[in-house]
């Protein structure tokens, strides 16, 4: 059975969907089946796995109102081992059109059941809001992986996704766990950046991985061009560091 892994964190622009897409292709890279779900209205992970958001017609918003299936959303072997359910503006409309279904906070958890085996890895872009989206999407998860930046208020946006992942756990997915902290942005020529490190060290019970994404301008020109970091620049300071991420994720 493979693992579900929510990626997610309410604070925006901490390196979520970076870490999405590279996680995925370097999990796929080392062998593992992943499907990548593009569950984020602005369809980022969508574009920077190299899809063109106008040009898909079934999207996740299409397969969350039941209006086409699992099949005919899932764009297969956009990379090698690696599948994507893509994802565009319209998914922001889901929230509205979902309010009046029963058990709401369930309908992706019911669409991936039957295909949870095809796959080692089923990564899930979340948006940064606490939304139904969002709810769907640890509703859905084993485990959730939080990345944040390094940051004065890194510590404060944790809380609240700690807060979230016990209030899921607690009234809709009891099996839900702390997949991890991975720490994006990471600058060693900062003193903040090494006291955000030992802060949330310090006040964290939680996993946090040994690997720390550090800020890389290939890293950051990839998605432009629509390619994974170890596809874009495959020897970089970025692709080996989502590698050294991709085999501690595998080793759990």
Do not use: W
């Not at 898909?56 to 764009?75: A, H, P």
């Not at 809380?159 to 992942?165: N, P």
């Not at 946090?208 to 432009?224: F, H, M, W």
């Amino acid at each position: 059975m493979g693992r579900t892994i929510a990626i997610a964190n309410q604070k925006g622009g901490v390196g979520k969907t970076t870490t999405a897409i590279n996680l995925s292709a370097c999990l796929a890279e080392a062998g593992q089946k992943v499907l990548t779900i593009d569950f984020d209205p602005q369809g980022n992970a969508t574009s920077g796995l190299g899809l063109e958001k106008g040009q898909i017609d079934d999207t996740v918003y299409e397969m969350m109102l039941g209006d086409c299936s699992f099949e005919e959303c899932l764009q297969r072997n956009v990379h090698d081992n690696l599948d994507v359910l893509p994802s565009d503006s319209n998914l922001s409309g889901a929230e509205i059109e979902l309010l009046d279904v029963d058990g709401k906070e369930l309908v992706l958890k019911k669409k991936l059941q039957r295909i949870r085996g095809m796959y080692d890895f089923i990564i899930i872009d979340c948006p940064p809001s606490l939304s139904l989206l969002t709810i769907n999407a640890l509703v859905a998860a084993n485990t959730v992986l939080v990345p944040i930046q390094c940051e004065y208020y890194a510590l404060e946006g944790l809380s609240q996704v700690m807060r979230t992942i016990n209030l899921v756990r607690r009234k809709m997915n009891p099996s839900l766990e702390m997949e991890g902290v991975v720490f994006t942005m990471y600058d060693a020529r900062t003193n903040l950046s090494l006291e955000v490190v030992e802060n949330v060290k310090n006040n964290l019970n939680e996993k946090i991985y040994k690997t720390i994404i550090p800020r890389n301008v290939r890293l950051a020109e990839a998605p432009s061009h629509g390619m994974p970091i170890n596809i874009y620049d495959s020897k970089s300071a970025g692709a080996e560091n989502y590698r050294l991420l991709a085999a501690e994720v595998i080793s759990r």
